[in-house]
């Protein structure tokens, strides 16, 4: 349901098929990892975690030990150590390329390193949580937005202010604002028909919507270079870029 893991899941046919059985070499990293969550050693766990550790928005992500000693029960339930202290190395854990070495069809990756990349997996306390988040965003919002199934993201750019969100006939909502203004006032434009649309394999991707001659890509870019800016404003008039600014994006 949440934007990252549906990320996860339409990449999956592609990691799956590159997984390969874990060479015997990996075999004491993932032991370390395991080990970690069967004795609840948060003290080494920390040290080996990618921050920020992303989380599913509304949901804030990790950004240091401190914060992942306190939030370790929120993302690590009972459910997932049982799955991860239970496994199997040899068939519950696979190298996928350069991404690293992947457990239970992505539900967690570790870099060859050791350390812990991703956690695709939202306990039941982190799915109440963000329904109590997105409950409250939904009263801090202009009432003709209001209404959604997920917050997706919000770009922001030198002139604009613009919010991204999933809604329950599967498509997109774009709104946009000046950039000093408040998404609590109404929104200058609303688009609804917008999609998705993955780039490549590497969680790129952008959201585009029409409106008359009118398009509007927000582009994200997760993999980038140096200077490529984390999110991309494009517009074009009967397919002529007309727009174009770097923005920043915020969670919530």
């Known amino acids: 349901m949440k934007q990252q893991i549906t990320l996860i899941a339409l990449l999956l ?20 990892f ?33 914060e992942f000693e306190k939030r370790y029960n929120e993302v690590f339930d009972d459910s997932l150590k049982s799955l991860i202290i239970s496994s199997d190395i ?3 854990w696979s190298a996928v390329g350069w991404r690293g070495i992947m457990f239970n069809h992505g539900s967690l990756w570790l870099g060859y390193d050791g350390r812990l990349i991703s956690v695709n997996y939202q306990s039941k306390f982190e799915r109440s949580k963000s329904a109590k988040l997105i409950e409250k965003d939904q009263t801090l919002i202009h ?21 991204i969100d999933k809604l329950h006939n599967n498509q997109y909502r774009y709104a946009s604002w000046s950039a000093d203004t408040k998404m609590s006032e109404k929104p200058d434009l609303i688009l ?45 008039r009967k397919n002529k870029e007309i727009l174009n600014e770097a923005g920043q994006i915020k969670r919530r």
Do not use: M
């Not at 046919?13 to 370390?32: I, N, P």
């Not at 394999?201 to 870019?221: L, Q």
């Open 13 to 32: 046919v592609f990691k799956l098929s590159s997984a390969q059985e874990l060479k015997k070499e990996y075999f004491a990293t993932v032991e370390t």
């Open 34 to 66: 395991v080990n970690c969550i069967k004795n609840d050693d948060t003290d080494l766990l920390k040290t080996l975690i990618a921050y920020p550790l992303k989380r599913e928005n509304p949901l804030s992500d990790i950004k240091n030990e401190y």
């Open 90 to 92: 040899k068939t519950d």
């Open 143 to 163: 009432e003709s937005i209001n209404k959604f199934l997920e917050p997706i993201l919000i770009i922001e750019t030198r002139r604009f202010k613009i919010r």
């Open 192 to 236: 609804t028909n917008g999609k998705w649309i993955p780039e490549g394999s590497g969680g790129n991707h952008r959201y585009e919507f029409t409106n008359g001659i009118y398009k509007y890509e927000c582009v994200v870019n997760v993999l980038k270079e140096k200077d490529t800016p984390p999110a991309e404003l494009i517009v074009y």
